[in-house]
């Protein structure tokens, strides 16, 4: 392949989804979102794939936009995240089954009890944010 062919799809891959630059808004963001998971699909079924690279540089442009229009809280701690979240997703304390019951998700945003490594990890999953944001 040739500069002229690489050029030529990094083109038609910006004018589809716009990877070239900064997400521009919510639409944008949206649209990159459903990429995303449908690489996701695509890498999951492969032993290698070099869809990867393309899963993180379009990773890399999401997380550039929610840091820039969505940024967490200031002095924020893992309970206050958590809570930010379920207000951001729209979920009450018994939406959250990654964490337990509502008594328990109660003494986590109360600050009562800290979340231990398996509901980080599925918590991150389903937010799909790194694990450290819960941390």
């Given at each position: 392949m040739n500069l002229a062919d690489i050029t030529a799809h990094w083109v038609a891959l910006h004018e589809s989804l716009g990877l070239g630059g900064p997400v521009r808004d919510e639409a944008h963001y949206d649209q990159l979102m459903g990429v995303v998971e449908a690489l996701m699909g695509e890498v999951h079924t492969r032993e290698s794939s070099a869809?990867?690279?393309?899963?993180?540089l379009v990773a890399d442009r999401i997380r550039e936009y929610e840091d820039r229009a969505h940024p967490w809280p200031d002095s924020s701690t893992p309970a206050t995240r958590l809570a930010f979240l379920m207000e951001q997703h729209g979920l009450r304390q018994c939406d959250l089954p990654?964490?337990?019951a509502q008594s328990v998700v109660s003494e986590v945003l109360s600050g009562k009890r800290a979340l231990n490594l398996r509901q980080t990890q599925a918590l991150a999953k389903r937010f799909g944010i790194p694990m450290d944001a819960l941390a």
């Open positions: 869809l990867s690279g393309l899963v993180d990654e964490v337990g």
